[in-house]
């Protein structure tokens, strides 16, 4: 009984966090005597659980609470949020139960024999109450085990008192007389019993089956990550393991597969992460130019934008100082930068490397600086390369974009146009 | 004198990797693998800078910080995490600075000194988190200094995240390097104090662009 006085003398519990004001009460699997529908109320309603557990004995005796609480069991549970984490409940304390399916027995006892076609004889009464008893028994089954078998044995008395109730019940109620019309009722209080009989049971394999659906569907998101991981993650491994000598081509993949999988975690399911939108073509561009040229890239994007054809010319341009960066700087690590701010996208490729004097570069190199800058002025942006010897150089790139997003353009024409140069 | 120093990290190899990239420059007093372990082992060793993994078992880095009212340690925290929700948290909740685990061990050593000193650390992902977080014009009624950042700042912010270090913005701006390190920590005090909740959630909106 420790457990009954220990929920008894509770605060209120809180609602969740997240109940709207509309939403389903939540039949609590922890907190209940019978089906948890007086603490589920009672949370709805901000009152102690006693409170409405006591409300529902009272109109219990009358016999239409048992009627409510039913139906208010019924509806809760079809109500029941399908989430897929939810934890097992656990067992009702059985003298909870007892206490519980006693209260529900005497409540529909009560009712019959207010009705108007009334239950008067005292042998009607006392037939009623061996059906009842044995509905009882049954239904006061813990968890479905049909392998134990005294849980068979209280199932089988249970029946057994169902059925000589019920006979006992017609012989009473309408004489041995009026056999013929009570070989029909029979028929039909046969159904009745039977439903009675194995209505839990059906229920509890329903809700045992919904379980298992749902443990499907955790089975399913777990197979989902690990193809995911099997694909991508160990790949990766075997390949750094055959290049275990290689320690550029190592530390290359091993970061390669870092973002990768940063992305994933982060961003799966929001548009970041498309190449249509500005965050994940930067994202495709650096990882070609790391794994072509072996040298880490930082990147730091601050908002985001669609990829339009202003956009995807200063991506154009971004790969081929970076290209450049990674080619002739000599530097160990590259920074990239890109900024989405009122109309205005501006992308910065750093190295710390050996930069130039940009007033003797020679030829070819400035027709690379120049094709950077045709590609952006043409797109109606502007170029501004910063270079000292032994600074490190760092350009700025910087076009307007349209807020209207219109995405279409992929990384792959990005490759193709510019990756001549590699 | 050498900083003395406490690794916070769940993982052996990680902390095996600390110590080995950082061990000749810091004396490294104490370790611990949970929160309550960390909690234990910093009120013991009061170390000068604790280094701090972002997902502890146990309550995750700012539980740390929140175990520890009183202390005297400063908090940077170290992560391989990406999140920008979680780093911006344990920010919040006091730490000095983030860097990543990718960082180089010099690197490292000069950030553990920074945040000694009681300056903030930025790597360039976080500067680019926290211009991300005050993007959003959110005007705060009670107290609008909070949640904007100066011309200034914003400039220092974006060249952090450009990948410059103190001295080569200092040099930029033609500032000192200390003016550099006050409007660092000055913008560290504003994403702590700022109480826009908002904050904790730009991320998502900010991607509607």
Known sequence: ?422 | MKQRVVLVDDHDMVRAGVRSQIGEHVDIVGEAADVADAISVIRSTTPDVVLLDVHLPGGNGPAVIAGLPDTEAKFLALSVSDAADDVIEVIRAGARGYVTKNISGDELVDAIKRVGDGDAVFSPRLAGFVLDAFALEIPNPVDPELDLLTAREQEVLRLLARGYAYKEIARRLTISIKTVESHASAVLRKLQLSNRNELSHWAARRRLI
Not at chain 1, 124 to 143: N, P, Q, T
Not at chain 1, 342 to 347: I, Q, S, V
């Open chain 1, 1 to 422: 009984m420790t457990n009954v006085t220990q929920s008894t003398g509770a605060e209120p519990r809180p609602r969740p966090a997240d109940a709207s004001l509309w939403s389903m009460p939540h039949l609590d699997k922890d907190d209940r005597w019978l089906g948890g529908v007086a603490s589920a109320l009672a949370v709805e309603v901000g009152v102690d659980a006693t409170v409405t557990r006591a409300a529902f004995v009272i109109l219990g005796l009358t016999g239409y609470g048992v009627v409510l609480y039913l139906a208010l069991w019924l509806w809760f549970t079809l109500q029941r949020p399908s989430e897929v984490h939810q934890p097992l409940p656990k067992a009702i304390d059985p003298t909870r139960r007892h206490i519980g399916v006693l209260a529900v027995t005497g409540g529909l006892f009560t009712l019959f024999v207010q009705l108007p076609t009334g239950v008067s004889s005292l042998g009607s009464v006392m037939s009623l109450a061996v059906l009842l008893s044995g509905v009882v028994m049954i239904w006061s089954r813990g968890a479905v085990d049909w392998e134990a078998s005294d849980e068979i044995r209280r199932f089988i008395g249970g029946a057994l008192l169902v059925t000589v109730g019920l006979i006992a019940l017609f012989l009473f109620q309408f004489g041995v007389s009026a056999v013929s019309a009570a070989i029909l009722v029979a028929l039909v209080g046969l159904i009745a019993a039977l439903g009675t009989i194995f209505g839990p049971w059906l229920w509890r394999a329903g809700a045992a089956l919904g379980d298992e659906r749902r443990l499907r569907i955790r089975a399913d998101e777990r197979a989902a990550v690990a193809a995911h991981l099997h694909d991508s993650v160990l790949q990766t491994l075997t390949l750094i393991q055959h290049n275990a000598g290689d320690a550029t081509a190592t530390v290359s993949l091993a970061r390669r597969q870092e973002r990768e999988l940063r992305e994933w975690l982060y961003s799966s399911g929001s548009t970041s992460s498309a190449p249509e939108f500005l965050r994940g073509a930067i994202a495709g561009i650096v990882n070609q130019v790391e794994e072509m040229h072996r040298i880490p890239i930082e990147v730091v994007v601050v908002g985001d934008c669609a990829v339009d054809d202003a956009v995807l010319a200063l991506l154009k341009a971004a790969r081929e100082a970076m290209v450049n960066a990674a080619r002739h700087s000599g530097a160990d690590r590259i920074d990239v930068y890109a900024e989405v701010e009122a109309g205005t996208l501006t992308l910065f490729v750093r190295d710390t490397g050996s930069g130039f004097d940009q007033s003797a570069v020679p030829a070819d190199r400035r027709g690379v600086a120049d094709s950077i800058r045709g590609r952006v002025e043409r797109a109606g942006g502007s170029v501004a390369i910063a270079s000292e010897p032994g600074e490190g150089t760092e350009v700025e790139l910087q076009v307007p974009y349209s807020e209207q997003p219109s995405p279409g353009v992929s990384t792959a024409e990005i490759s193709t146009t510019a990756g001549g140069d590699s």
